[in-house]
């Protein structure tokens, strides 16, 4: 196993940009999904076929919600950490 060190800074910072990009415009795209669902019930659509889609749906938002949100706690932390130990490292 080697002991070298291959790691670009502006790489890390581009990957996590990217992943905060992709975060947020997630969490937007959840949002306007979830809208969407909720005006199909005021549009008309609310049998029963409607209560099994929404407890469907919701339990899958909230599993994609849930990932995102460790995304954000963990990996976008790890990233930073991982850029300002590439700085003193290189100090």
């Known amino acids: ?3 070298q060190i291959s790691i670009n800074k502006d790489t890390v ?3 996590r940009k990217r ?13 306007n999904a ?6 199909a019930e005021l549009e008309g659509w609310n049998d029963h076929r409607y209560k099994e889609f929404l407890d469907m749906y919701l339990d899958i938002q909230q599993n994609i919600t849930n990932e995102l ?5 963990d990996i976008v932390p790890y990233l ?3 850029e300002i130990s ?3 490292f290189f100090e």
């Open 13 to 15: 910072i581009e990957v």
């Open 69 to 73: 949100k460790k995304m954000d706690e």
């Open 19 to 31: 992943i905060t990009i992709f975060l947020e415009e997630a969490e937007e795209t959840l949002k």
């Open 34 to 39: 979830e809208r969407s669902v909720y005006d």
């Open 80 to 82: 930073r950490k991982l």
């Open 86 to 88: 590439i700085d003193d």
């Open 1 to 3: 196993m080697s002991d």
